[in-house]
């Protein structure tokens, strides 16, 4: 009895260090156009407002997921902004997926729309990212789609099976977290700080959201 105690103990605990541990952050924004505009980092609940950014923190300080929302309910997905964001996390590689609901990976094809991106690292260092676009959705749903579109889909996906080669030089998803890979902003070599990604900013580096508050993680401290 005791040893099936410790046995529910165990996986007690276990389950709750895994999901007990996350932390949720609320982020303001604005649209313009087709832009998501920050306007503040981790405000209180109470005061988020019609739309917001939910950032879930995992407990090794690595964002896992962004939601954004508009008046109580996902922004709708475009080729430009996917209301869910989730990020995976393996050795040497953080993967990057894009969702149009909790249940659907954006199928933004026509608009080179990768439904997930995968970061390869070495020392820290973003050495090479691919594309993944989700040919699956438009070959398997209800799409109408002619024999000719038909077939160029399926000869793209086994011609791409490994990936589209990016030239990504930082984290695309991590534009909108604070917390990003436990504070840090993982970069390429020919990363630019003035070209990190921030709608509507006369100069990034110095705007609140910018790279100045992460370190990068292939400067040496």
């Known amino acids: 009895m005791k040893k099936l105690f410790l046995i529910h103990f165990a996986a007690y605990f276990l389950i709750t260090n895994l999901y ?49 929302i508009n008046n109580g309910s996902l922004i709708e997905c475009d080729c430009y902004n996917n209301p869910i964001i989730k990020f995976k996390y393996e050795p040497n ?46 070959l398997n749903g209800n799409f109408e789609l002619d024999d000719e579109f038909r077939k160029q889909l399926e000869n ?19 534009v909108f977290s604070r917390s990003k890979y436990k504070g840090f902003l993982p970069v390429s070599s020919q990363f630019e700080a003035g070209d990190f990604y921030l709608p509507y900013s006369d100069n990034a580096l110095d705007s609140e959201f910018s790279i100045k508050f992460s370190k990068l993680l292939h400067q040496k401290n």
Do not use: M
């Open 156 to 174: 793209e996906k086994e011609l791409n099976k490994d990936g589209i080669k990016s030239n990504y030089t930082y984290i695309e998803g991590y």
């Open 93 to 138: 590689k953080i993967i990057q997926f894009n969702y149009c609901n909790d249940s659907t990976l954006s199928a933004g094809i026509e608009c080179g729309a990768p439904a997930k991106i995968e970061y390869k690292l070495k020392d820290n260092l973003i050495i090479d990212c691919r594309e993944f676009p989700d040919y699956d959705t438009y």
């Open 20 to 68: 007990g541990q996350q932390i949720k952050y609320y982020h303001k924004f604005r649209t313009s156009d087709s832009h998501i505009i920050l306007l503040n980092w981790c405000i209180e609940p109470n005061e988020k407002g019609e739309k917001y950014i939910i950032e879930t923190v995992d407990d090794s300080s690595r964002v896992i997921e962004l939601r954004f």
